[in-house]
């Protein structure tokens, strides 16, 4: 019964191109949807997160876009440094669902010189 | 100064014990989760306490238990270890948002169950 899938579990990309990343999700009723990154190691970190009356949210080299139509959100970054490397996790939620979060599984992005 | 901080980080043990995980807070905020990510790398929500009242309790075994004594602390107790336990917890918070929950929670860095 997983409601939010990635279906990539990995993604290389050289310095300074572009890393998108994937992320689809089944429940019409999300309606708030959050990307964070985590480095081994570590917790995950809040990176951006995008309303669904909007459809694209961007900061600084991080953008998402969301279309609801197809249940889908992305991920772009650019462009992607190595610090960037660091396994991507997408998020969502319905806002009054007491901030029950339901991950996906996660894509590893490597940025190689 | 570590925001959401959780120990230990590692813990190794044998079926059939039970054992604590303490997480703690010093953002000032209001709700806490705890997370159980597993072997295929999901994070699932387990627990979540606002002000110190259980607001969410996924389908969890009763073996575990949280236990909220004040805003900033969540602990989560686990009676009778099984191998399937073995996972990552990771505890986390939130600020609220007036008139709701916010959604941007702060992860503390996991703790590593093994059960052997």
């Known amino acids: 019964d997983q409601q939010v899938k990635q279906n990539s579990p990995s993604l290389s990309v050289q310095e300074g191109r572009i890393s998108i990343l994937n992320c689809d999700y089944t429940n019409s009723m999300f309606d708030y949807f959050l990307w964070y990154k985590k480095y081994p190691a570590e917790g995950p970190t809040f990176l951006i997160s995008i309303s669904s009356i909007k459809d694209k949210n961007e900061d600084g080299r991080f953008t998402v876009f969301l279309n609801k139509s197809a249940k889908h959100l992305s991920l772009h970054i650019v462009p992607s440094q190595p610090g960037d490397s660091a396994v991507y996790f997408c998020a969502v939620t319905i806002s009054d669902s007491w901030g029950k979060l339901q991950f996906g599984s996660g894509t590893q992005v490597v940025v190689t010189p | 100064d570590t925001a959401v901080s959780q120990t230990p980080k590692y813990l190794v043990t044998q079926m059939g014990n039970d054992k604590s995980i303490k997480c703690e807070q010093n953002l000032g905020h209001d709700t806490m989760y705890w997370y159980k990510q597993d072997s295929k790398k999901f994070l699932k929500i387990m627990f979540s306490y606002n002000n110190k009242e259980l607001i969410i309790n996924e389908t969890v075994p009763n073996r575990f238990s949280p236990k909220s004594p004040d805003k900033a602390h969540l602990n989560l107790h686990i009676n009778s270890l099984e191998l399937g336990d073995s996972a990552v917890y990771f505890c986390?918070?939130?600020?609220?948002?007036?008139?709701?929950?916010?959604?941007?929670?702060?992860f503390g860095p996991g703790t590593r169950l093994t059960v052997l």
């Open positions: 986390a918070s939130s600020p609220p948002l007036a008139g709701g929950f916010n959604n941007e929670q702060f």
